[in-house]
């Protein structure tokens, strides 16, 4: 219980200008609540995998599906929460639909997770 309380203010003093600059800062509920729609997209282990596949190379359905033991089906439904939500944008070719990141901000932000995963605490 003493390690909890170590990291907990034992004072009531407000930082107030602090408190303002960052307030003035914030973006507003809207945007936040997009932010928070695209952490709960990363937050699909399935999806994940997908991203994982799809960070290394431009894929198509069937490709993702092998690649991930998955059903055509079950992928396809993931991609459409992908596309939705602007993490993923694909091509078609022919008969085939062609996947990949939607952009390098994606890209960052996968490649990023990865780099705080692996460091050494």
Do not use: N, W
Not at 5 to 22: G, L, M, P, R
Not at 36 to 64: H, N, Q
Not at 69 to 80: E, N, W
Not at 96 to 110: A, F, M, Q
Request: glycine content about 2%; proline content about 1%.
């Amino acid at each position: 219980m003493k390690d909890i309380e170590k990291d907990v203010c034992e004072s009531e003093i407000v930082h107030e200008s602090v408190v303002e600059k960052v307030r003035a800062a914030l973006p507003d509920e809207d945007t936040l609540a997009d932010v928070a729609e695209l952490f709960k997209v990363f937050g699909d282990s399935t999806r994940t995998r997908i991203l994982s596949a799809l960070f290394e190379a431009e894929l198509c359905v069937c490709d993702i599906a092998s690649l991930l033991s998955m059903t055509k089906s079950a992928v396809s439904h993931q991609l459409r929460i992908l596309r939705q939500t602007k993490v993923v944008k694909y091509r078609k070719q022919g008969k085939e639909v062609y996947y990949s990141l939607d952009d390098e901000h994606i890209s960052r932000i996968y490649k990023m997770a990865l780099e705080h995963l692996s460091e050494e605490k």
